[in-house]
């Protein structure tokens, strides 16, 4: 009777981080400095990978795909994000909402499959390096990127066509700061336990299964590791796997977090900083995670350095 009564809404009110002006202004000083850095950050490891050609192998290449994947992802959420900062009330039609979770959750697969692809990456140049160029050819991976990208899109395509059939009810208010599954759910007029369960076993398998994916292959390097003789050979194929492995943490923890464990699904202020942490940090943190201990992306960013102080001799100048 209570859902009866209810009234249908073609709108949804995105709630406030807080109702002081001033903190808000405060959160969009801090969350467009994140985004920026982020978008600049991103953005320099696509162009160093495609411009040097020494960075023009498989690693680099799915390293430049992440990269891209994390220019959308954090794209489909944070600019409007910071508009609600400023706008008096933070509105988003319902169409543009299932919009925004089909790109987000399409985006967040993408690079799900990129960095499982990067784990059998590793694997095939640690335990099969004599297979590795045939394994990792330029045609194979140009395919996996391509299965990658296409099979991200295609996942949240089922669940985002049952979520676009759902009547949506007052209160229309999102205590989130992007368009969560869990959070729309909260607002339909009609039973949803048939589609939850569908978009939950969807991200179980999709989650898990990469995990497991990902896991066997460095379950499988570490044994080839510890099999190397040479103590120096143990340090150089390790540090090869170490960036990619701290992404991975990253990233599998917080959305294993989000969208396996059920118990948390529902703490609206546990999510919204664990969303922010995956939506918005990690995107910051890809970049710094892959250059601060790498030598070829060192040189390289030396190399573009000194290609645009030749361009632009008045910047030289200048220093």
Known sequence: MERANRTLVTEFVFLRFSNSPHLQLLFFSLFLLIYLLSLMGNALIV??????????????FFIGNLSLVEIWYTTVTVPKMLA???SPQGVISVS??????????????TELFILTTMAFDRYAAICRPLHYPLLLSPQICGILAGVCWSMGFVCPMFPSFLLAQISFCTPNQINHFFCDADQIFRLSCTD????????YAFSTVI??????????SYALILATILAMASVAAQRKAFSTCTAHLSVVTIYFGTLIFMYVC?????????NKIVAIFYSVITPLLNPLIYTLRNKDVKEALKVLSSQIQRVCPTSRRLQ
Do not use: E, R, W
């Open 192 to 199: 949803t336990y048939a589609i939850q369960a569908v978009g």
């Open 207 to 216: 989650i898990l299964g990469a995990l497991v994916f990902t896991m066997a």
């Open 47 to 60: 162009l160093i990978v495609v411009l040097d050609g020494h960075l023009h192998t498989p690693m680099y």
């Open 96 to 109: 543009s909402c299932i919009a925004q979770y089909y790109f987000f959750f399409s985006l967040a697969a």
């Open 84 to 86: 609600n900062f400023l």
């Open 262 to 270: 059920p118990a948390v699904k529902y703490v609206s202020n546990i």
